[in-house]
């Protein structure tokens, strides 16, 4: 069984990397209130089931593009449900087809591995890489679950803080995208 702790509202006692540190640093500073739980490593879009249930919400999907050259990059942000089609994608932004960036360069500007990207990762983007893009479908759910930066925490957070409060902080304003 996929093991999912109790909700917690404030910041671990400590943090596994650089960024999972400054996610809760920023959101303490833009007194954001979030609920967080720890599990185990939840990797697939299936393994935040249980999360999901546990913070009564809808966990995002969060995917990190490129394009060919390596040298645009996109985080686009949509509901768990949907699949993603680069096509799709592509023509909505106006922009060549996208393939997933490679996981060292996801490492490297966003300070995540695979499986915990997350819009909290922009706070690592320092040179504005990275063009933030949301499905207007999560615009429209009260909650966004997203990771903290981990592939062992998961957080609840209202959407409107994110888009509004959280990207502003981070300097990335957001593409609304109809997907």
């Given at each position: 069984?996929?093991?999912?702790?109790?909700?917690?509202e404030?910041?671990?006692?400590?943090?596994?990397?650089?960024?999972?540190?400054?996610v809760?640093?920023s959101?303490?500073?833009?007194?954001i209130?979030?609920?967080?739980?720890?599990?185990?490593?939840?990797?697939?879009?299936?393994?935040?089931?249980?999360?999901?249930?546990?913070?009564?919400?809808k966990?995002?999907?969060?995917?990190?593009?490129?394009?060919?050259?390596?040298?645009?990059?996109?985080?686009?942000?949509?509901?768990a449900?949907?699949?993603?089609?680069?096509?799709?994608?592509?023509?909505?932004?106006?922009?060549?087809?996208?393939p997933?960036?490679?996981?060292?360069?996801?490492?490297?500007?966003?300070?995540?591995?695979?499986?915990?990207?997350?819009?909290?990762?922009v706070?690592?983007?320092?040179?504005?890489?990275?063009q933030v893009?949301?499905?207007?479908?999560?615009?429209?759910e009260?909650?966004?679950g997203c990771?903290?930066?981990?592939?062992?925490?998961?957080?609840?957070?209202?959407?409107?803080?994110?888009v509004n409060?959280?990207?502003?902080?981070?300097?990335h304003?957001?593409?609304?995208?109809?997907?």
């Amino acid at each position: 069984m996929f093991f999912v702790s109790d909700i917690m509202e404030k910041a671990p006692d400590s943090y596994k990397s650089h960024l999972h540190e400054t996610v809760y640093e920023s959101l303490i500073k833009l007194q954001i209130p979030f609920e967080r739980v720890s599990t185990d490593e939840a990797i697939s879009m299936e393994d935040c089931i249980e999360i999901n249930r546990k913070l009564e919400m809808k966990m995002v999907k969060t995917l990190f593009l490129c394009n060919s050259k390596k040298t645009e990059f996109y985080l686009f942000v949509t509901t768990a449900n949907k699949s993603f089609k680069a096509k799709d994608f592509s023509n909505a932004l106006g922009i060549s087809r996208v393939p997933f960036a490679p996981a060292e360069l996801m490492e490297q500007i966003l300070g995540v591995k695979i499986g915990a990207a997350t819009v909290f990762g922009v706070l690592m983007d320092k040179e504005y890489l990275v063009q933030v893009g949301f499905d207007k479908d999560v615009l429209l759910e009260e909650w966004y679950g997203c990771s903290d930066g981990t592939t062992t925490g998961y957080m609840k957070v209202k959407t409107v803080l994110i888009v509004n409060n959280f990207l502003t902080y981070a300097k990335h304003i957001p593409k609304v995208i109809e997907m």
